[in-house]
């Protein structure tokens, strides 16, 4: 009972942090001009911002492989039956599933972007493109996955 209460209070100060974060990121200020086109400001915390970000993905990255870790020692190896046992698998086999459209459909992608006024054909920077389109459809596809597993798990209740 203690470590739950213990996670609940980093769970708050976690998004506490975040939310001022947040905050000074859209309210401090946009004065700060992109060097190759002086008309484009970006904010003055935006790297206050991707750090924060990139703190709380290794964070996480690290609390779940050491959560996989500790669980698989916990369960000496025995798997719940039925789908229950199987949800890691079926997990896994989404992500993969996911990567591989996201590079599919990033590979046949032959768009010129805009960005900051300047265009940029996706020949020139292909391996960046191809990794941002990968990412984003793959956490596209994921978040509907979780989605559709939470209407599920809401609407067929196990039976007592």
Request: charged share 15%; aromatic share 8%; hydrophobic share 60%.
């Amino acid at each position: 009972m203690k470590s739950l209460k213990i996670s609940d209070y980093v769970l708050w100060g976690l998004f506490g942090l975040s939310a001022i974060v947040i905050l000074l990121f859209l309210f401090v200020g946009y004065d700060t001009p992109y060097e190759e086109a002086p008309k484009f400001v970006a904010p003055k915390m935006l790297d206050l911002l991707l750090v924060w970000m990139y703190i709380l993905i290794a964070v996480t990255a690290i609390l779940t492989i050491w959560s996989a870790i500790k669980g698989l020692g916990a369960t000496g190896g025995q798997q719940a039956k039925g789908l229950a046992g199987k949800t890691g698998l079926i997990g896994f086999g989404l992500l993969i599933v996911s990567v591989v459209i996201g590079l599919l459909v990033g590979a046949a992608d032959k768009d010129t972007l805009l960005i900051n006024g300047k265009a940029f054909a996706a020949a020139e920077h292909k391996t960046d493109y191809l990794l941002t389109d990968m990412s984003m459809i793959s956490i596209i596809i994921m978040m509907l996955a979780t989605i559709i597993a939470l209407v599920v798990s809401m609407v067929i209740q196990p039976k007592k």
